[in-house]
């Protein structure tokens, strides 16, 4: 016989033909179609169907000559184009198929079923080519109980993967904590599950421990989303009153947004337990996402710290501290002076206070109150009604307007030597904007209280204020416009004709004057 003739009969006879049509039409649609894990498959599938034709043709070569040679050349080729099928359709169906109707099996699961489909192909190809079968079975079935004498723990391995991808008890992307292991589940294979840690490292864990083990999976709860309530510790000595830790605490972390923290349930503050010399509180908050724990952590002890020492209370310290510095009364004093002179100055830059003496800007240095400020932390909030200025001498904020369509966007930024919330201070108006710090800022704030006694004995400075309010104002609508910065000075005549008007009212002055007035009469 021609060995074209040869060969074809062969290659009809181990539908060879029909390998090539399934390859051919089966790599587009998994290159297209499967995930990308999947693709790389295609490889192993062409390798096989190239190794079938190889032994093919070297079979019918040596048909004639070696016939003992050709059957094994034969059930070598048949055995290349069966598991190349089966990888065929096994692809096709677990990663094209399959996902289009909604359906997934476990990876671990998949390839058990494509391991049993290749055992189960090649004893039907041994069969066919003329192998006693039974006898292999036989044999096998000893070989498979020797095998798994020694192969137990993966046996258990496999059993135990297979489990956990069943019942979906540990998915793909949880967050979990296996003794002191925590991290996120990758990848769950037929011997391990493999779990990437904070610390960017990758652990393996056979899934027989998985099964043995307490798994906790964090911040899960079914048809909710992640949450993970976490815990932040802190001590205030017992100076203060616990409302007041918990008022201001709260306070401070419900007053803007922070990222990976859930607004709903909201922050809180509660008080743990009275120890010797201490009041602890914990903080509990409802993180989003596990991995950022220890980032969050830190942003929720800098707002405590922040808003504690905004309030001035004091953080504890141990009962048994021991001060070994000696401060001197000159050192005291050196300290004070500098404070001092640090609010004259930061009073000094305020162009609306220009118009004040030296007496003045002591009087109201003294009664200033220091407040910082962490990164991210809300200072004033648009529609709020707060009677104080801020005078900002370190750090850099963000002026922000809320539209009526509640979209909030940014319109200034101002650094340090700047000012706001003079409006609310001399006219009690509601704040006109919500004004965040970028990083860490440091202000001073001016009380109504405080201004108001300089006001009531100088009544006159109410004219030049409102001249400066006015004209403050004007100049800032024209920038925030692009209009002309050329003030009109009929506009800003009536401007300041209101603002007077509205700061004589806010302070009393009217009424101060008509008790002298009555006096005198």
Known sequence: MPLWSALATEARADYTAFLLAGLALAIPLIRNLAPPAQRRRVRGMVLLTLAHLALLVAGVLLRGTEPEVHRDLRLASLACAALAAVGILGTLLFSVVLPRLHLALPKILQDVLMAAAGIAALFAVASRVGYDVSGLLTTSAIVTAVIGLALQDTLGNLVAG??????????????????????????????????????????????????????????????????????????????????????????????????????????????????????RYAVRYWLTDPAQDDAIDSVVRVRVTFALKRAGIPLSMPAHAVFLTEESNERK??????DRERRRDALARVDLFRDLTD?????????????????GETITRQGAEAHWLYLLVAGEVS???????????????????????EMSLLTGARRSATVVALDDAECYRLDKAAFEQVVRDR???????????????????????????????????????????????????DDDEDERSRRAG
């Open 399 to 421: 002026v922000r307007i809320r539209a009526e369509s509640g979209h909030e966007s940014e319109v200034s930024r101002l650094a340090a030597g700047s000012f706001f919330g």
């Open 333 to 338: 004093v050196e300290k004070s002076e500098a």
């Open 162 to 279: 297979l489990a956990v991808q069943s019942d979906h008890s540990i998915r793909i992307g949880d967050w979990i904590q296996v003794g002191q292991l925590a991290g996120r589940v990758t990848e769950i294979r037929w011997r391990y599950t493999a779990i990437e840690t904070r610390n960017w490292e990758t652990v393996f864990v056979p899934n027989g421990s998985l099964v043995k083990n307490q798994v906790t999976v964090v911040g899960r709860r079914d048809g909710r989303p992640v949450r993970w309530r976490r815990w932040v510790h802190f001590n205030v000595d017992f100076r203060t009153g616990p409302g007041d830790v918990i008022r201001v605490v709260e306070s401070a972390l419900r007053s803007g947004p922070i990222d990976h923290v859930a607004a709903d349930p909201a922050p809180n503050c509660i008080l743990l337990e009275l120890g010797e010399s201490y009041a």
């Open 459 to 509: 009544p006159q400075l109410a004219e030049s204020l409102a001249e400066h309010l006015a004209r403050r104002r004007m100049e800032i609508s024209a920038i925030r416009e692009n209009l002309d910065r050329t003030i009109e000075p009929q506009k800003l005549a009536a401007a300041k004709l209101d603002l007077l008007e509205r700061i004589r009212d806010f302070f009393g002055l």
């Open 359 to 375: 007496d003045d800007r002591r009087r109201l240095a003294a009664d200033l109150s220091y407040v910082p400020f962490a990164a």
